[in-house]
């Protein structure tokens, strides 16, 4: 209906007043969403029966693509872009978010969730939705928290089992001054560095290494290059499907509740692929010649990590309230 042409349109009055209504209303959308991630990836896979659903339940008025691989930018690009209305929708790390809303730092704060349990708990009551609150201020709707596990240390040189074996190695991490400050105060050096760029900086000795998760350390190869996996585990990142607020208010209310309980379906399934693809991507890893130590002390790393956090309480009064309700609930 949405390419009719002017002929059509006749033919549709003569025929009857309610198929011209059809014709001619701007309900028809075709949304364009972001996504970093390969296409078998729980994210992936979750985004794409989001977009289904949805066009399903809107009898096809709203309908979109989906471009896997970042293909449409870096992250922190197309989080502007999003709230510019340019991306329609896309699914985010919270992580590269605090720059531009600052209530989504409280989760990059390294240990502030004892488990993943505990996040989930957290985020899908009043801390997140008070983070939710300040993402939707700045142009941001979330529509479903996604899981991102735990991210722990990976490099080429060696081993981490205390802070100190930190100090002197290249990490790249993801653009936000909060990871640069978590990695510097074990005196490594830190360089926010894009994604896709990781590999090959890692290959080429530009850095020595990196931090994410099992499924994002397999899916991009990064363990051929970097084999020593510490199970630090000292970032529990949630990620958030999320919709452009200029696309939101161009729904209807009808079409708003569809999107809204289908971001919600799809957060479910993510959640349940997630926990099958780690098994899997830690399995690929060690098969592929990944040497993973697990640390008998996080204590250490949890303490080193006082400067970053008197930094950021410091730098944010507003937010100790929220850091508190997250502390507060172990
Ligand atoms: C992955 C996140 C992705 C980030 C990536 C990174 O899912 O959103 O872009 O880490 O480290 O775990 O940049």
């Known amino acids: 209906m949405k390419h009719m042409n002017f002929r059509d349109n006749l033919l549709c009055a003569a025929v009857g007043g309610t198929m011209l209504l059809a014709g001619t209303t701007a309900s028809a959308l075709d949304l364009r969403g972001w996504n970093i991630h390969v296409?078998?990836?729980?994210?992936?896979?979750?985004?794409?029966?989001?977009?289904?659903?949805?066009?399903?339940?809107?009898?096809?008025?709203?309908?979109?693509?989906?471009?896997?691989?970042?293909?449409?930018?870096?992250?922190?690009?197309?989080?502007?872009?999003?709230?510019?209305?340019?991306?329609?929708?896309?699914?985010?790390?919270?992580?590269?978010?605090?720059?531009?809303?600052?209530?989504?730092?409280?989760?990059?704060?390294?240990?502030?969730?004892?488990?993943?349990?505990?996040?989930?708990?957290?985020?899908?009551?009043?801390?997140?939705?008070?983070?939710?609150?300040?993402?939707?201020?700045?142009?941001?709707?979330?529509?479903?928290?996604?899981?991102?596990?735990?991210?722990?240390?990976?490099?080429?040189?060696?081993?981490?089992?205390?802070?100190?074996?930190?100090?002197?190695?290249?990490?790249?991490?993801?653009?936000?001054?909060?990871?640069?400050?978590?990695?510097?105060?074990?005196?490594?050096?830190?360089?926010?560095?894009a994604f896709g760029e990781v590999y090959q900086s890692i290959k080429t000795g530009v850095v020595d290494g990196a931090e994410n998760?099992?499924?994002?350390?397999?899916?991009?190869?990064?363990?051929?290059?970097?084999?020593?996996?510490?199970?630090?585990?000292?970032?529990?990142?949630?990620?958030?499907?999320c919709m452009s607020l200029a696309t939101w208010e161009k729904l209807t209310p009808e079409q708003q509740a569809i999107v809204k309980e289908a971001g919600h379906a799809s957060a479910l399934k993510q959640r349940e692929l997630w926990q099958a693809r780690e098994a899997a991507s830690m399995e690929k890893v060690v098969a592929g010649g990944t040497i993973v130590n697990t640390i008998a002390d996080k204590g250490p790393f949890q303490q080193a990590m006082a400067p970053v956090y008197d930094k950021f309480l410091a730098a944010n009064p507003d937010l100790v309230g929220l850091v508190d309700m997250i502390r507060n609930a172990k």
């Open 39 to 193: 296409e078998d990836y729980p994210v992936s896979i979750a985004m794409e029966s989001f977009l289904a659903e949805v066009t399903e339940k809107t009898g096809g008025e709203i309908t979109g693509t989906i471009y896997h691989n970042g293909v449409l930018g870096d992250q922190p690009d197309a989080i502007e872009q999003v709230r510019l209305g340019a991306i329609d929708f896309g699914e985010f790390s919270l992580g590269p978010m605090g720059q531009a809303i600052p209530e989504t730092n409280v989760v990059s704060l390294p240990f502030i969730f004892s488990s993943i349990p505990e996040m989930y708990k957290l985020m899908d009551g009043e801390v997140g939705e008070a983070i939710g609150k300040g993402m939707i201020a700045k142009g941001m709707v979330p529509l479903g928290w996604y899981d991102a596990g735990a991210r722990s240390f990976y490099n080429s040189v060696r081993p981490i089992n205390t802070p100190a074996d930190v100090e002197g190695l290249k990490v790249r991490v993801m653009s936000n001054d909060l990871f640069v400050g978590m990695v510097e105060s074990m005196a490594g050096n830190a360089t926010p560095m």
């Open 213 to 241: 998760n099992p499924p994002s350390y397999e899916s991009t190869n990064h363990f051929e290059v970097a084999k020593y996996y510490s199970l630090t585990e000292h970032l529990i990142i949630p990620e958030c499907l």
